[in-house]
């Protein structure tokens, strides 16, 4: 059985980042936020960051030329989004979380922008072909994990010469 899914709809990504370029946003990034039972949000913090609840990278979704995008999301998961830079680094981060029930259609007028904000009335790009399916992060639903993602960018490139007790040039470790 598939999992239960619902539909997003993003009317223009552009709304509400600013003096943004066009062309800027080229996909946004669907992270799943896991819930936390501890009695404090923050307490055990997780991460660098001290993020309040563990993350799952979801992978991806296309942004049309015009700023749109409509894609299927998960059901009954808590999911937020972040507008990519062609490189694919984080431009924006939309803190808020989002659900879908199974079956529903949601749509939003942009990222960040004014509650007083309407959708435009021309038809969006996005919404003239089916809606896209997440292209999967690395690590597919699974929580991040720096121990398969971050050490192995460490054992290849660093620990070589930076591991303790090598001394580099200038007395660098």
């Given at each position: 059985d598939?999992?239960?899914?619902?539909?997003?709809?993003?009317?223009?990504?552009y709304?509400g980042?600013g003096?943004l370029?066009r062309?800027?946003i080229k996909?946004?990034r669907?992270?799943?936020?896991f819930?936390?039972?501890?009695?404090l949000a923050?307490?055990?913090a997780?991460g660098?960051?001290?993020?309040?609840?563990?993350?799952?990278i979801l992978?991806t979704v296309p942004v049309?030329?015009?700023g749109s995008a409509?894609?299927?999301?998960?059901a009954?998961k808590a999911?937020l989004?972040?507008?990519l830079?062609p490189?694919?680094?984080?431009?924006?981060t939309v803190?808020?979380v989002?659900y879908?029930?199974?079956?529903e259609?949601v749509?939003?007028?942009?990222?960040?922008?004014?509650?007083?904000t309407?959708?435009?009335s021309a038809t969006?790009?996005?919404m003239?072909?089916?809606?896209s399916?997440?292209?999967?992060g690395?690590?597919?639903?699974?929580?991040?994990s720096?121990?398969?993602?971050?050490?192995?960018?460490?054992?290849?490139?660093?620990?070589?010469?930076h591991?303790p007790g090598?001394?580099?040039s200038g007395?660098?470790?």
């Amino acid at each position: 059985d598939a999992p239960a899914t619902g539909e997003m709809f993003l009317t223009d990504v552009y709304q509400g980042l600013g003096d943004l370029p066009r062309g800027s946003i080229k996909r946004l990034r669907i992270i799943q936020i896991f819930p936390k039972t501890t009695p404090l949000a923050n307490r055990p913090a997780i991460g660098l960051a001290g993020e309040e609840n563990a993350r799952a990278i979801l992978g991806t979704v296309p942004v049309e030329a015009d700023g749109s995008a409509r894609f299927v999301v998960p059901a009954h998961k808590a999911i937020l989004f972040q507008a990519l830079d062609p490189d694919g680094p984080a431009y924006q981060t939309v803190r808020s979380v989002t659900y879908v029930q199974p079956g529903e259609k949601v749509s939003c007028v942009g990222c960040h922008e004014s509650r007083l904000t309407a959708p435009v009335s021309a038809t969006p790009t996005a919404m003239r072909r089916p809606p896209s399916k997440i292209e999967p992060g690395p690590l597919g639903d699974r929580p991040f994990s720096y121990v398969e993602m971050i050490q192995p960018v460490w054992d290849k490139h660093c620990v070589e010469c930076h591991a303790p007790g090598k001394k580099q040039s200038g007395g660098i470790d």
